[in-house]
């Protein structure tokens, strides 16, 4: 394969389509192989640098144990420079060994043999797919942005860390294809950390010397704490283009829900280690900061998206009337503006219901509850036909223009995603109320699955 421009190169549009995504298998199999008699694996070799041949080009005199031994310890030559993980090792006979970064494909080759490590079925890991040297003029090839790396690291730790937390919160029951067995804190947490230490790694070179203040390795309780401060790192990004918008909305639907989530991991931790949880101590740099460290409103739980009254609102859907009738340019700015006006209507009803619910009482029961029994038939189906009222009144409207039912709560929430896409669509400069939107439909959502498990319907 000739020395070639990079995928970083000027020629990319975007520098983390240099990155693929597969099944990491090192954890769960250390010493499970697949092997290929007479397949040699497609594409190059990363101990193998065209450039670099007299230092780089695998090893010889070796067997064919001793090639999957180099990949079972993720070896390479000496005048190799790249660091990858290894995920197969070609033996060539009679002794020559080459190791690769991925391997889906093959092609025959009578003298080779594919040794192509098993899979595991719970855990990914992020595979840098450069495996060029320098740009075709000789030079070479520019470096990617650290924050490049970071913006693929983050959603494939919150995946991990998910799997993980379903895993260790199930560990009394057996799960197929793992070797790893939960319920040791030693062990496990050595397994957590693996599986975030390719998000650590990109953070740190972001970060710098800070990182080991706010964001330390092997300390578990800051986990959640760093992932935060990676998406408010790639905030500017998205601003300035560099992110798109659509993949930045996708990572912070996984992280606004990944509460819970990680509720039930730290939890199942303290249960193994016989621990008391601990809340890190919250940093103060405006540097590592962004809104998603601010809390919501404590009333309603709601993130204001705008101050819009609902007169404003009218006044938008009158002008949105006339420029919805308008054609071309004048057509786009409608779409825009409604759009807006639908993310201001959303927010108000979102903040409207959950002042709503305050006035029903916690969860636990309290007022609902107790209109339920003590007041078994008249209070109760006064409030219910109250409570109907008013849900009426905030959700008609906005269901109008999502084009949903308001009597329905999920198809509220389905449509909401469509709203939220419809705002993306507007640019950057509706960076800030996509997020509140995210924000705002993770709370909501998350309040009625508290409230429907104590008092189902």
Known sequence: MPCQLGMLGKDSPNAWERFTVQYNGEAFHPNQFDVHQGKMCKGEPYTRDQCELANCNGWSGVTQQDCQDKCHNNEKPVGCQQDFQCVAAVFEAPNWCQLYSTCTEFHVDSNAVSIV?????????????????????????????????????????????????????????????????????????????????????????VMGEDAEVLCPR??????????????????????????????????????????????????????????TIVTPVQHESSKYHCDLFDTADGTTLAVPITNTSLLSLRHQDKSLSHQEGQEGQEGQEGQESQAFATAAALSHAVRATHEL????????????????????????????????SQWDAMWLPVCRKMNCDHTNFWDIILSSYGQTMALMQTGPRAFAKVKAEIRNRAALQRRFQERLAVHPV
């Open 117 to 205: 490590k098993k899979p595991s079925p719970f855990f990914l890991q992020m595979v840098d797919g450069d495996e060029t040297c320098r740009g075709s003029n000789g030079t070479e090839s520019e470096p990617h942005p650290p924050e490049a790396t970071l913006a693929t690291a983050l959603p494939l730790a919150i995946i991990n860390l998910t799997n993980f937390s379903g895993l260790i919160t199930t560990r009394n029951l057996s799960h197929m294809g793992m070797e790893h067995h939960f319920g040791n804190l030693g062990s496990d947490l050595q397994l957590l950390y693996d599986k975030v230490e390719g998000f650590y790694k990109a953070l740190h070179e």
């Open 218 to 275: 092997n300390n578990y309780i800051f986990i959640e704490h760093c992932l935060k401060i990676a998406t408010c790192l790639l905030d500017p990004m998205v601003k300035a283009g560099q992110v798109p918008m659509a993949f930045y909305a996708s990572m912070l639907e996984q992280l606004v829900n990944f509460e819970i989530t990680w509720q039930g991991l730290v939890q199942a931790l303290a249960e193994e280690g016989n621990v």
């Open 357 to 388: 619910l305050d006035s029903l009482g916690d969860a636990s029961g309290d007022a609902m509850g107790d209109w339920q029994t003590q007041n078994a038939s008249m209070d109760f189906q006064r409030i219910k036909k109250q409570f109907q």
